[in-house]
């Protein structure tokens, strides 16, 4: 007996002590097949849904980019590596011995020689038995496969961006695309645009399709190639309810022609993505969370000397430590006027001086993406017309985050926080009539947030266990016709906010926001106040 307990202990300890050899908190295959249900519950009836896993994109020569799967096919199937395929079906289907199943993945071919060079690989074995595929096979399955597309009433997929390309690869995405086309009768002029507006004029209700056809009136003048489509135009300059019937009837028509449908999995991947079970939620708060302890890591190490790229790697040094994989965006660090450029990715002024730096950067963690902006005075302390902007826009957040409650309509942060901005800059002098606030906020004020940095979702009344930013801004660009003490100066706040059903919850709070919190962080010292490298000049 205390053999077996000596033994057990050891072989317990060993394992303690044995290195691991990746993390384990990435979300789990049941979270992944719950998913694929809730696909399948959404599909119309008689009805197979087709996902490519991304591209590979080559950044020049034999160098590829870091390879980033594409957030719907990981969301449904776990699934990192490129060169795959998911197909779900509505109902079960039964192969030719018998078999029943709903669903399959086509996965990359395990490969000795190109693992060596190029990391390990799932295979079909790695696919069931860590993902819980129950069915999976080699890609190049898929191309010798009999499937019949034409048997299913709707094919929905993505439409191709044309952003893939052929390698020495037998079954990379662009064959499996090729094979894909050809198996499902792709017409050579397929045009998903005009396939999405003929899908909402035959959705339109009769009663609503004055209002349907102005918008569509905007967007066919913005898109000015898509008014060479009769039926559109028709829809657009239809004088009656009678003419405008006909058309939808017509449009029917015209979608019925083949089974293929680009419109539909927008429609299921926005509604399911908008809301974040708990599981996703753990990995997005750590996401918000890394990013707010970088924002409060440069802040403490922040002074005039620092170049904008310096504090961009101090940022990505901290998600790294945490174990975040990547950015969920190129970082934008923007010392004075380069704060004003929206997306300021360059980042390469020598040194930040007596300047306003904006810092918008967020950690992605297993996937999930933070998006935190904090605006902090190289010096430690703000000017007085630094904070005078900075406090309209603090005000400005407040408020926006005050109106993010379940059932409030999506529009309401920002129309709460451009009231404030408006205000605030009318009293300053800097503008003289509301309308012109656009000029130095033209941005919105929210978007989703969750494995894309502006992440998929409907876009309808707020609700329960949505996250979303609230990041009002000022941009006063060196040249602008006010006074010019204004010039330069630009400040962007912006937090992760968890819609929850008692109100909304600020995930990144622990990065400071008020001027008197930055500030008294900033006078904190830092580990990197004694990190000297030595000059290469
Ligand atoms: N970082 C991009 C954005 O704030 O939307
Ligand atoms: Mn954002
Ligand atoms: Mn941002």
Redo the contacts with the bound molecule.
Sequence with gaps: MRNLIVISLFLFLTSWFQAQEVPNDFLSADFHKGRRQEVRKAMPPNSVAVFFAAAVRNRANDVDYIYHQDPDFYYLTGYKEPNALLLIFSEMQKDKAGNNYDEVLYAQKRDEKAEQWNGKRFGVEGVKGQLGFERAFNAEEFLSSDIDFSKFENVLFFDFKNDFRDTNDPADIFDLIRSFKEKSNYPSDYDATKQQLYSMIKATEVENSVNVAQTLGRYLNYYQELKSDKLLVDFVEAEDDRSRIEIKEKVALQLKSNNLNSAKLEEIMNTLREVKTQEELVLLKKAVEISAVGQIEVMKAMHPNMSEMEIQGVHEFVYKKYGAEYEG?PS?VGGGNNGCIL?YIENNKPKVGNDLVLM?L?AEYHGYTA?V?RTIPATGKFSKEQKQIYDIVYNAQEAGIKASVVGASFQAPGQAASKVVAEGLMKLGIIGSPMEARKYFPHGTS?YLGLD??DKGTYEAFKENTVI?V?PGIYIPEGSNCDRKWWGIAVRI?DDILIAKNGPVNLSEMAPRTTVDIEAVMKQSSPLDNFNLPSLD
Excluded: A, L, M, S
């Design positions: 965006y934008i997306h918008d967020g998006d902006t978007h940095v502006h930013t990041e912006e």
